[in-house]
C-alpha cells in the first residue's frame, strides 16, 4: 500500500511539475495580438537608427551652444546624452557598429576634453572635427548625406 501511494504521489507530483500554465494575452489601447505580434509593434515603434539621429541632432545644437555660452555643465551633459543616444541606437542597429566606433571612441573623448578643460577654443576645433566626422559617417553609412553644420540659430530656450 505505501509503495502505491508513493507512485500516485510521485506521478501527481512529476505532473503538476511539467504542466504549462495558459498564456493569456495581455493588450493596451494600441498594441494587440500574440505577444510576438505586439513586441513587432513595439520595435517598429522605436524604428532604427533615424530616430537615434533626430535626437543627436537636437544635442548636437544643444552641445554647441552650451559650449559657446561656456555652459560646461551643460556641454557636457549633451554629450553624455549624445553617446547614451547612438549607443541605444546601436542596440537596435548593430549593424552601425563599425562606423560608430571610432565616433565613440575618439570623437566624443576628445570634445569631452575640451569641455572638461572649460576651453572653449578647444570646444571650437573638436566640435568642428565632431561635425566633419557626422558628415563622414553617413557617406560610411551609405544613408543620404547630410550636410552637418554648425548651428546659427538656437532651437532651445535654454541659454546661459
Same mark, same amino acid.
Given at each position: 500500500m505505501k509503495t502505491i501511494c508513493k507512485l500516485i504521489l510521485s506521478t501527481v507530483f512529476i505532473t503538476s511539475c511539467t504542466t504549462k500554465t495558459e498564456y493569456i494575452p495581455i493588450e493596451g489601447k494600441w498594441i494587440k495580438g500574440t505577444q510576438t505580434e505586439q513586441l513587432k509593434t513595439i520595435e517598429n515603434q522605436f524604428r532604427g537608427f533615424d530616430k537615434t539621429m533626430v535626437e543627436v541632432g537636437y544635442r548636437y545644437q544643444e552641445l554647441y551652444w552650451g559650449g559657446q555660452d561656456e555652459n560646461w555643465e551643460y556641454a557636457n551633459y549633451q554629450l553624455e546624452k $549624445?553617446?547614451?543616444? $547612438?549607443?541605444?541606437?546601436?542596440? &537596435?542597429? %548593430?549593424? &552601425?557598429a563599425q562606423s560608430a566606433t571610432h565616433f565613440l571612441e575618439y570623437v566624443i573623448p576628445e570634445v569631452n576634453k575640451a569641455i572638461q578643460a572649460e576651453d572653449k577654443q578647444r570646444f571650437n576645433t573638436n566640435i568642428e572635427m565632431?561635425?566633419? *566626422? +557626422? #558628415? *563622414? +559617417? /553617413? $557617406?560610411?553609412? &551609405?544613408? %543620404? #548625406?547630410? #550636410?552637418? &553644420? $554648425? %548651428? #546659427? /540659430?538656437r532651437q532651445s530656450p535654454i541659454g546661459n
Open positions: $549624445i553617446e547614451k543616444t $547612438i549607443k541605444l541606437g546601436l542596440q &537596435r542597429r %548593430p549593424k &552601425r565632431m561635425r566633419t *566626422n +557626422c #558628415t *563622414n +559617417c /553617413h $557617406i560610411a553609412e &551609405r544613408v %543620404p #548625406t547630410f #550636410t552637418v &553644420r $554648425i %548651428p #546659427t /540659430h
